[in-house]
């Protein structure tokens, strides 16, 4: 009975990790995105050196300890996870989309694996339902398919870990099986604060179906082996660390947090994040935010939840999974449901990665019931839930391949939203790096229009001027950048730049130099700032700051190329031919060190 168990696990383990992989193999040749994946992985200049002393050092410390513009949030085990990726496969994104995809199946498994254990064998078939609608629904394809959502299923592994764990302590209490849960629980906050919520999960499960203890009159059958002030005094470590976590992110996020969120948009929030699971159409990366909603939009979305609330209440003793389920996506949604605002997002794909799981097992267990109920013969029943997880996997499969790139994805959430500002300037980035400047300055004339406050437009438009090479003309748009974020070392860096281009040296020094209070460790304003010091005889400053910015990121071309300058103007050919050598091995087609090449070369002869 146990072997046929086993191959039953195995069977439905392999029919998960199949379905996983044929939907979301071909990321293996998607590229990065311009949205996040440069800071995240390919121009972070810590990742970006693999396994490194340093990179450890500032993963376990950003942003605690400073606040740069490489992490927004406490995350080191999943910053640490990148950094092992470059080191293994470098910057090709395939492998970096790939592990994502390893990490999506096993949470997919897992959580089969999970239900069966709470459920026992009886509960198979429901069991595999749900993680097949959590392997294969197109909401989670921003978690897999977008690098930067390593956090996603990073967390994910560890919060469905420690719920294993936490069944396995709860069945047969030990302080080694407790210690072991808290441990999972303690790791798994390096990779996203979304696990604060597991306290509140492990509550549920006390309830059911491990019938720990009696909610109320809301209880299920069989009587209670613990009393609430034992598992309430259990959860308190966890607690702790969950409130000590929320406090960091919190004010690590302060300073994108968006005033005057209203009640009314979190409950409109709540309702959208429902819709988006049940009739998951035109997903975009991004949702614009509203400064407000409509008194008759928050009444249907409140009427929605109270209801379903009421029901799931009402039923709680015929169908317990309903309550359980609807409590599972309230909780674990609620720190990232727009309570506290932070970005430009009314709602989020991502924010639905383990929230879903409490809609899919009342799915799940409903399906059950109604196939009970009305005496659908077994081949029915798995012919329905086929044809479910199946026209599910063809959407994700689908959505997918929108983010096959930069250019794709923004044009498909221009396509499904309206007035996403954020869209344009994704998209008009990504048309400045493929050189089609006049399309790109259209579409940031348009989030210009729609926000015109928001300073990244303003940059990004200075930057299509730059490309132009119009530095007159870009200076305008960069300065009102500066002034809209003064503190942003982005929009300082392409003023000094443009500057130093217009040979402005002076206005140029003082803003690479206040660009350097803010942010010390910014390698191309450190080259741009030896250059400088180089044009106006500070030969030895300027040395001191091109091998610190070097230091820094020994990826960065310019900062080789401007280096190599400086060498070949003392003497020393051959080393800045090495160097020159280096920055065209980065990019081949830097026109700079190019040039210089060839005519240090014809010094050496």
């Known amino acids: 009975m146990e072997r046929g168990s086993r191959k039953v696990r195995a069977a439905v383990a392999l029919l998960i990790v199949a379905l996983t992989l044929g939907i979301y193999g071909q990321t293996g040749g998607f590229d ?125 592994l560890f919060y469905l870990l420690a719920l294993h764990a936490y069944v396995g302590y709860a069945r047969a209490p030990s302080a080694r099986r407790y210690l072991g849960v808290l441990a999972i629980f303690l790791v798994g906050t390096t990779a996203k604060p979304i696990l604060v919520t597991l306290p509140g999960v492990l509550l549920l499960v006390d309830w059911w179906p491990l019938g720990r203890v009696r909610l109320g009159r809301l209880a299920v059958t069989g009587a209670p082996t613990s009393t609430w002030r034992r598992v309430l005094l259990e959860k308190l470590p966890f607690a702790a660390v969950g409130a000590a976590v929320g406090v960091v992110t919190y004010f690590a996020l302060v300073p994108a947090l968006v005033e005057g969120h209203s009640f009314a948009a979190l409950i409109v929030g709540y309702a959208a994040y429902l819709e988006l699971i049940v009739w998951p159409h035109c997903l975009a990366v991004l949702y614009p935010a509203r400064s407000e909603y409509p008194l008759w939009q928050a009444l249907i979305a409140g009427g929605v939840l109270l209801s379903i609330t009421t029901l799931a209440v009402a039923g709680v003793r015929r169908a317990p999974w309903v309550l359980w389920g609807w409590l599972w996506f309230l909780g674990v949604l609620f720190p990232v449901s727009g309570v506290a605002q932070a970005g430009d997002q009314a709602w989020a794909d991502r924010f639905l990665y383990l929230p879903a799981i409490g809609v899919y097992v009342s799915v799940a267990w409903g399906a059950g019931a109604l196939a009970r109920r009305f005496s659908l013969p077994a081949a029915v029943r798995a012919g329905l839930a086929a044809a479910l997880v199946s026209a599910l996997a063809v959407a994700a499969f689908l959505q997918t391949r929108h983010w096959r790139d930069s250019g794709t994805l923004f044009r498909r959430a221009l396509a499904c939203t309206q007035e996403n500002h954020v869209a344009h300037h994704g998209l008009a980035y990504h048309l400045i790096e493929l050189g089609e400047l006049d399309e790109a300055e259209r579409h940031l004339r348009e989030a210009i229009a729609i926000r015109p406050e928001r300073y990244t437009n303003h940059l990004t438009l200075g930057r299509v001027y730059m490309e132009r090479q119009r530095p007159v003309e870009a200076l305008p748009h960069l300065r009102e950048a500066v002034r809209l974020n003064p503190e942003s070392p982005d929009a300082l860096y392409e003023l000094g730049g443009a500057q130093l281009r217009l040979q402005r040296l002076q206005p140029a020094e003082a803003t690479f130099r206040k660009l350097l209070d803010i942010d010390p460790d910014h390698a191309q304003a450190r080259g741009a700032l030896g250059a400088i010091l180089a044009m106006t005889g500070r030969v030895k400053d300027a040395r001191m700051e091109f091998e610190r910015a070097l230091a820094l990121d020994p990826f960065s071309a310019d900062v080789h190329a401007g280096y190599a300058g400086l060498l070949a103007q003392g003497g020393q050919v051959d080393l800045a031919i090495e160097h020159l050598e280096r920055a065209l091995a980065l990019e081949p087609d830097h026109a700079t060190a190019s040039s210089m090449l060839d005519f240090v070369r014809g010094r050496r002869r």
């Open 32 to 156: 990065f995105v311009g949205y996040d994946d440069g800071i995240d992985v390919y121009q972070n200049p810590y990742v970006r050196q693999g396994l490194t002393a340093r990179g450890l050092r500032w993963a376990l410390t950003a942003p605690l300890l400073e606040q740069t513009r490489w992490a927004n949030y406490w995350m080191p085990s999943t910053i640490l996870s990148h950094m092992a990726v470059v080191e293994l496969f470098g910057l090709d994104a395939g492998p970096h989309h790939l592990v994502n995809v390893a990490l999506h199946a096993l949470n997919s498994v897992l959580l089969f694996l999970l239900l069966r254990r709470l459920f026992g064998p009886r509960a198979t078939g429901r069991s595999a339902l749900a993680a097949l609608l959590f392997a294969a629904h197109p909401v989670h394809v921003e978690s897999v398919a977008w690098v930067t959502e390593r956090k996603d299923v990073l967390s994910g």
